[in-house]
């Protein structure tokens, strides 16, 4: 049994050449397609390795075991989901705050491309090894970046206490979480996201 205090070792090999980095993609690609086809009895290194085109023997080169690749490809779906945040914070005006707010909230919920069965096991991978700090941290930077780059249009500085960008965050990203762990309808729903918008535009505003 894995012990979720320890650091969980992730890659077995570090991909650092083209052709390793094309094998991870491929893997972490045929580990979308088996889970967002909700495939559970195939999710095994076997049919991944199968899938991706790739032998057990190369997989295993990269990661220990299945639980490791779910937890590489969260990860790396964060980055991505805010390394695309941060492009589009540095290329939007922030004149209209109303517009600004409803891109980040089209961001948030077209993250992980989109793949939401696929979205909600990646989540809950990394509450079970107890990483949830893997998604805190990164939104917090992020909400940070947002704020900085409203002083800058503004001239004016805004300054949120840890406790209340912990709070922002978490009413933010928990609603999305949790309607990505419940499936529910509300994804697809124009006015939830409408009401994600609001929620947003009201800790902008009052602050």
Same mark, same amino acid.
Do not use: W
């Given at each position: 049994?894995?012990n979720?205090?320890?650091?969980?070792d992730?890659?077995?090999?570090?991909?650092?050449?083209?052709?390793?980095?094309?094998?991870?993609?491929?893997?972490?690609?045929?580990?979308?397609?088996?889970?967002?086809?909700e495939r559970?009895?195939?999710?095994?290194?076997?049919?991944?390795a199968?899938?991706?085109?790739?032998?057990?023997?190369?997989?295993?080169?990269?990661?220990?075991?299945?639980?490791?690749?779910?937890?590489?490809?969260?990860?790396?779906?964060?980055?991505?989901?805010?390394?695309?945040?941060?492009?589009?914070?540095?290329?939007?005006?922030?004149?209209?705050?109303?517009?600004?707010?409803?891109?980040l909230?089209?961001q948030?919920?077209?993250?992980?491309?989109?793949?939401?069965?696929?979205?909600? /096991? !990646?989540? =809950?991978?990394l509450?079970?090894? &107890?990483? +949830?700090?893997? *998604?805190?941290?990164?939104?917090?930077? @992020? #909400?940070?970046? /947002? !704020?900085? =780059?409203?002083?800058?249009?503004? &001239?004016? +500085?805004?300054? *949120?206490?840890?406790?209340?960008?912990? @709070? #922002?965050?978490?009413? !933010?990203?928990?609603?999305?979480?949790?309607?990505v762990?419940?499936?529910?309808?509300?994804?697809?729903?124009?006015?939830?996201?409408?009401?994600?918008?609001?929620?947003?535009?009201?800790?902008?505003?009052k602050?």
């Amino acid at each position: 049994m894995e012990n979720k205090s320890q650091p969980i070792d992730l890659y077995r090999k570090k991909p650092k050449q083209f052709r390793s980095e094309y094998r991870i993609d491929l893997i972490f690609e045929a580990t979308a397609q088996i889970l967002q086809q909700e495939r559970k009895a195939n999710f095994t290194t076997n049919a991944i390795a199968e899938v991706a085109g790739v032998s057990v023997g190369t997989l295993y080169q990269y990661f220990p075991n299945k639980n490791a690749i779910l937890l590489s490809m969260a990860k790396r779906e964060l980055a991505i989901v805010c390394e695309q945040i941060i492009k589009m914070i540095s290329t939007q005006a922030f004149e209209n705050e109303e517009n600004f707010a409803k891109l980040l909230i089209k961001q948030l919920l077209k993250a992980f491309g989109g793949r939401q069965k696929m979205r909600k /096991i !990646l989540l =809950k991978a990394l509450i079970t090894h &107890g990483l +949830l700090s893997e *998604l805190q941290q990164p939104t917090e930077k @992020v #909400m940070q970046e /947002i !704020l900085a =780059k409203r002083a800058e249009y503004s &001239g004016k +500085l805004f300054q *949120l206490s840890p406790l209340k960008l912990y @709070v #922002m965050t978490n009413s !933010l990203m928990g609603v999305i979480r949790t309607a990505v762990l419940e499936e529910s309808a509300y994804l697809q729903d124009e006015q939830f996201e409408r009401e994600l918008v609001d929620l947003f535009l009201y800790f902008l505003q009052k602050n």
